[in-house]
């Protein structure tokens, strides 16, 4: 559920997802463009930074955002998918919104010193990520 508030909720989504299977039905259909947006909003990115973390151009952004149905193809929604559950799970860890998201924008030791938003577009950086946090979460010093 945690995914989907980064994604903007019902408003965007249509439904909350409840299971895997929603999920990727959803990512297959492709994520709303406002989905995209959403996430913008929530970690304050720019679209030149959205589009490196998602690995398209600006341009592909943009034209989600004015097309009739305004929906991403499944390899960027599977992408905005895996940023959305790794803003959501740095929000669990950290407790609040705001440390989370400057978390997440700040060069981290545990990470070599880049930026997790840096490493988000790749699954082994996501999964690093993810790694930090729930050592984080445990209390293991990173």
Same mark, same amino acid.
């Given at each position: 559920?945690?995914?989907?508030?980064?994604?903007?909720?019902?408003?965007?989504?249509?439904?909350?997802?409840?299971? %895997?299977?929603?999920?990727?039905?959803?990512?297959?259909?492709?994520?709303?463009?406002?989905?995209?947006?959403?996430?913008?909003?929530?970690?304050?990115?720019?679209?030149? %930074?959205?589009?490196?973390?998602?690995?398209?151009?600006?341009?592909?952004?943009?034209?989600?955002?004015?097309?009739?149905?305004?929906?991403?193809?499944?390899?960027?929604?599977?992408?905005?998918?895996?940023?959305?559950?790794?803003?959501?799970?740095?929000?669990?860890?950290?407790?609040?919104?705001?440390?989370?998201?400057?978390?997440?924008?700040?060069?981290?030791?545990?990470?070599?010193?880049?930026?997790?938003?840096?490493?988000?577009?790749?699954?082994?950086?996501?999964?690093?990520?993810?790694?930090?946090?729930?050592?984080?979460?445990?209390?293991?010093?990173?």
């Amino acid at each position: 559920m945690r995914v989907a508030d980064v994604l903007g909720g019902t408003k965007t989504l249509g439904e909350r997802p409840k299971n %895997t299977d929603d999920w990727m039905a959803l990512i297959e259909t492709g994520l709303p463009a406002a989905a995209a947006e959403a996430i913008k909003d929530v970690v304050g990115l720019d679209d030149p %930074t959205l589009a490196v973390v998602l690995g398209v151009s600006i341009r592909t952004i943009a034209r989600a955002r004015s097309t009739r149905d305004g929906r991403l193809d499944s390899v960027v929604s599977d992408r905005l998918y895996r940023l959305a559950r790794l803003v959501a799970i740095a929000r669990v860890v950290l407790e609040h919104d705001d440390k989370a998201v400057h978390w997440l924008t700040h060069p981290q030791p545990g990470l070599g010193d880049r930026r997790p938003i840096d490493l988000a577009k790749s699954e082994p950086g996501a999964r690093e990520i993810e790694n930090l946090l729930l050592r984080i979460e445990h209390g293991v010093y990173s």
